[in-house]
Nanobody, 112 residues
Framework: EVQLVESGGGLVQPGGSLRLSCAAS????????MKWVRQAPGKGLEWVSS????????NYADSLKGRFTISRDNAKNTLYLQMSSLKPEDTAVYYC?????RGQGTQVTVSS
């Protein structure tokens, strides 16, 4: 059974940083590309970033380039999202995803 468990969310002030983690199990993590998506209050799912199986190719939504960094540790079956210079509009539930599978999400709130 595929399981994706996100953690690391919380309340942060504008300009702050957070690192999200996603622990994966139930599949061969190193064989699959992964992605982060988010859902802001009252809005649909928004793609944030993707990374290939080997971790050497990444893509980001244009609005997030330079502020967010996706990475993975295949030895630990873990996906990361380092977020910096956070803005109130980054407030959302963040999910890691593999194909059609998605975790339960972790809440990120950016507010003073």
């Amino acid at each position: 059974e595929v399981q994706l468990v996100e953690s690391g969310g919380g309340l942060v002030q504008p300009g702050g940083s957070l690192r999200l983690s996603c622990a994966a199990s139930g599949f061969i993590f190193s064989s699959y590309g992964m992605k982060w998506v988010r859902q802001a209050p009252g809005k649909g799912l928004e793609w944030v970033s993707s990374i290939n199986s080997g971790g050497d190719s990444t893509n980001y939504a244009d609005s997030l380039k330079g502020r967010f960094t996706i990475s993975r540790d295949n030895a630990k079956n873990t996906l990361y999202l380092q977020m910096s210079s956070l803005k109130p509009e980054d407030t959302a539930v963040y999910y890691c995803a593999m194909r059609t599978f998605r975790g339960q999400g972790t809440q990120v709130t950016v507010s003073s």
